[in-house]
């Protein structure tokens, strides 16, 4: 799903920026664990790419993906919509 030099920048438990495919690996197995998503709140495109956000335990998650040419996640910027969150 992402491109070899996808970058990641997550605030939903302080800032991290994450860009090597072993980071982006822990990283979901962590997210995935610990705020496991519950449903979708909203989808929408944005320029070049989609806005996403989903309920997870502790509220409501924004993210914003961008894709590469070939259709692979570029970039992924996301943190708590409540607390000033990507949208």
């Known amino acids: 799903m992402y491109a070899d030099d996808a970058i990641v ?3 939903c438990d302080g800032l991290k920026t994450i860009s090597t495919r ?3 690996r822990a990283y979901w197995v962590d ?3 610990d705020y496991p998503a ?9 320029e070049g790419g989609a806005a996403i956000s989903y309920k997870a ?3 409501v ?3 914003v993906l961008t894709f590469n ?3 692979k996640i570029a ?6 919509l409540n607390q000033g969150g990507y949208s």
């Open 9 to 11: 920048h997550c605030a």
């Open 22 to 24: 072993q980071g982006l």
């Open 31 to 33: 997210r995935l664990r």
């Open 38 to 46: 519950s449903h979708l709140d909203d989808l929408r495109p944005s």
């Open 57 to 59: 335990r502790d509220g």
């Open 61 to 63: 998650v924004s993210a």
């Open 69 to 71: 040419a070939p259709g």
């Open 75 to 80: 970039s992924l910027t996301c943190g708590p």
